[in-house]
């Protein structure tokens, strides 16, 4: 199921971080066919090469490693002004409370929080300095409002996130920029099969033991009785909250989780 044409979307220019795989490549396609400009943020060069031949066209990709202040300063210190940035790169380790490394907690936290700070000002101050109107939309996460075992310092970066998309709301605000969290559900991304994947490995089963028992948890805690969200409909949430015409719609949350957070 595609989105629906938001027309105000051709010739706008984008920036979606977490650009190679999963939910970011699938906004970055959407965006795309909508007729945007979007300047792409992949991790590693091989994600950004296919990227580029998946979309030859309208897209500007940039390497970088979000974690490193320093890096990410260098990448986008040209950068033009944007119209909406996707703050949706994310790393998820998955770790007993009591094994938690710094390394891992660090990590973490410098990409699932800082680069969303620090790529936040970078494009605010584009935004403000050209006197326009402008939407930032990070992606967060149930497990930054909700307990799960073992995702203790992924949780944590989520919840602080929810915090800053508040504060970024109430200070960018006066300069028309909305800010906005999406919070999805359980998607069938990377990150979902690397910690089946992990769990797996530590109980010595077969991922499709820990991936059925997720799924069915999953499941229960959803009003629809379904463990996975689509990634269209977090797609199609992403492009409304992108399009400028939702202007006093700021500083909330938009949880696509089919109930989760409810049960």
């Known amino acids: 199921m595609e989105p629906g044409d938001v027309k105000n979307l051709v010739g706008k220019c984008v920036l979606v971080t977490g650009a190679g795989r999963g939910l970011g490549r699938a906004i970055v396609n959407e965006f795309h066919r909508q007729g945007a400009k979007i300047y792409a943020v992949p991790k590693t060069k091989e994600k950004l090469d296919s990227l580029i031949d998946e979309l030859p066209t309208n897209i500007i990709p940039i390497c970088v490693d979000l974690s490193s202040w320093k890096e990410t300063e260098t990448a986008l210190e040209n950068l033009e002004r944007v119209d909406c940035l996707v703050n949706n790169a994310a790393i998820m380790e ?4 009591l094994e938690i490394t710094e390394e891992m907690f660090d990590l973490q936290m410098n990409v699932n929080t800082k680069a969303v700070l620090h790529v936040s000002q970078i494009v605010a101050r584009k935004m403000i300095a050209e006197g326009k109107p402008g939407s930032i939309v990070n992606i967060t996460s149930v497990l930054g409002k909700k307990i799960f075992p073992t995702l203790g310092a992924y949780g944590t970066s989520k919840a602080a996130l929810d915090m800053l998309t508040k504060v970024m709301a109430v200070e960018l605000g006066p300069h028309k920029i909305t800010v906005n969290n999406i919070t999805p559900g359980m998607l069938p991304t990377d990150l979902v099969k690397k910690f089946i994947n992990k769990k797996a490995a530590l109980a010595n089963v077969p991922a499709k033991v820990i991936e059925e028992g997720l799924e069915a948890f999953m499941a229960t805690k959803s009003v ?11 797609v199609r949430t992403v492009l409304f909250l992108a399009s400028g015409e939702n202007v006093h719609l700021t500083g909330t949350d938009v949880s696509v989780d089919g109930g989760f957070l409810l049960m």
């Not at 629809?224 to 977090?234: G, L, P, T, V």
């Open 224 to 234: 629809r009785k379904e463990a996975y969200i689509e990634m269209a409909e977090i």
């Open 94 to 97: 998955s770790q007993d409370f």
